[in-house]
């Protein structure tokens, strides 16, 4: 059996990776918390903007989130994310009240795994033709 190293911000999800449906898995060099089914957080240990709690939302819910939850910001590289910092100085304590959330199962967290992918067409394009340049490739003329 494969051991992973506990991540360095996992006593944010203490509250919830009891629960059966807790999946944690790597993604973009962080750890990515699924509970009941769904993508709900990202702990992140890296240099800025990576350094501290991603939610993954969508976003038709960042404004009733934000309201809840003005320390949050949309994160730089993952616009349709939210993201709350390390650096900031009520981090603790505010992550405490997003799992809290995340454990009621409040539908504005998460995304399902997958979901915003465009599926690829298995069929194949036809080759795109080049314009004939002028002076090449003329029709013999009729007389």
């Given at each position: 059996?494969?051991?992973?190293?506990?991540?360095?911000?996992?006593?944010?999800?203490?509250?919830?990776?009891?629960?059966?449906?807790?999946?944690?898995?790597?993604?973009?060099?962080?750890?990515?918390?699924?509970?009941?089914?769904?993508?709900?957080?990202?702990?992140?240990?890296?240099?800025?903007?990576?350094?501290?709690?991603?939610?993954?939302?969508?976003?038709?819910?960042?404004?009733?989130?934000?309201?809840?939850?003005?320390?949050?910001?949309?994160?730089?590289?993952?616009?349709?994310?939210?993201?709350?910092?390390?650096?900031?100085?009520?981090?603790?304590?505010?992550?405490?009240?997003?799992?809290?959330?995340?454990?009621?199962?409040?539908?504005?967290?998460?995304?399902?795994?997958?979901?915003?992918?465009k599926r690829r067409s298995t069929t194949k394009a036809a080759p795109k033709t080049s314009p004939r340049k002028s002076g090449r490739g003329k029709a013999p003329s009729r007389k």
């Amino acid at each position: 059996m494969k051991t992973t190293r506990p991540h360095s911000l996992h006593w944010i999800v203490e509250d919830i990776a009891e629960d059966p449906s807790y999946i944690e898995k790597p993604m973009f060099g962080c750890r990515a918390c699924y509970h009941r089914g769904r993508m709900k957080l990202l702990l992140a240990d890296q240099p800025e903007p990576w350094s501290g709690l991603l939610l993954p939302t969508e976003r038709e819910h960042h404004a009733s989130v934000l309201e809840q939850f003005p320390e949050l910001e949309v994160h730089p590289i993952l616009g349709k994310w939210l993201y709350l910092s390390q650096q900031h100085e009520d981090f603790e304590s505010l992550c405490g009240a997003i799992v809290a959330r995340v454990k009621a199962d409040d539908p504005r967290f998460g995304i399902l795994p997958g979901e915003g992918k465009k599926r690829r067409s298995t069929t194949k394009a036809a080759p795109k033709t080049s314009p004939r340049k002028s002076g090449r490739g003329k029709a013999p003329s009729r007389k």
